[in-house]
């Protein structure tokens, strides 16, 4: 196994103290979040609720461009609807269906579902919607809470 640069969120919950990391180097300052306005694109028709839910989660985060991602967005939504759907027939039909001949094998639409898993991960890591796409970009922020920290709200809470 290499040994890579960690992620800076992991780099600040490790490190030394504040804006260093475990090795004494100065780690990069964070990215301020801006909130976004909300002006949403128009929802494609025929989304469900988790289309409907994805959209205007994806549509949310400041750096989404409706002029240019609106494809992409679309096609995300409609692949986690499908996902669903999917993953419902499954449970419905269970993991192994009868063949051509009667014999037993596995459901085909597991190895579908696979693949939409595979383009939904590479779609989401181009929006930035995982932690480590977000860490690329700069706008993941882990605090170190200190035990000091963490007593204090226990404190504030009781």
């Given at each position: 196994?290499?040994?890579?640069?960690?992620?800076?969120?992991?780099?600040r919950r490790i490190g030394r103290r504040p804006g260093v990391d475990?090795?004494?180097?100065?780690l990069p300052e964070p990215v301020v979040t801006l909130v976004p306005?909300?002006?949403?694109?128009?929802?494609?028709?025929?989304?469900?609720?988790?289309?409907?839910?994805?959209?205007?989660?994806?549509?949310?985060?400041?750096?989404?461009?409706?002029?240019?991602?609106?494809?992409?967005?679309?096609?995300?939504?409609?692949?986690?609807?499908?996902?669903?759907?999917?993953?419902?027939?499954?449970?419905?039909?269970?993991?192994?269906?009868?063949?051509?001949?009667?014999?037993?094998?596995?459901?085909?639409?597991?190895?579908?579902?696979?693949?939409?898993?595979?383009?939904?991960?590479?779609?989401?890591?181009?929006?930035?919607?995982?932690?480590?796409?977000?860490?690329?970009?700069?706008?993941?922020?882990?605090?170190?809470?200190?035990?000091?920290?963490?007593?204090?709200?226990?404190?504030?809470e009781a």
């Amino acid at each position: 196994m290499t040994r890579g640069v960690k992620a800076p969120e992991h780099a600040r919950r490790i490190g030394r103290r504040p804006g260093v990391d475990a090795g004494g180097n100065k780690l990069p300052e964070p990215v301020v979040t801006l909130v976004p306005a909300g002006n949403f694109p128009a929802m494609p028709p025929g989304l469900g609720k988790l289309g409907r839910e994805s959209w205007e989660r994806i549509w949310s985060i400041e750096w989404m461009l409706p002029a240019f991602d609106i494809a992409a967005v679309t096609r995300l939504c409609e692949m986690y609807e499908e996902r669903e759907a999917m993953r419902a027939t499954i449970a419905e039909e269970g993991w192994m269906v009868d063949g051509s001949k009667g014999q037993r094998r596995a459901n085909p639409l597991i190895d579908r579902v696979y693949k939409i898993d595979h383009e939904v991960r590479l779609l989401e890591c181009e929006f930035g919607l995982t932690p480590a796409a977000r860490s690329k970009l700069g706008y993941n922020e882990v605090r170190r809470v200190s035990k000091l920290d963490e007593m204090m709200r226990r404190q504030k809470e009781a």
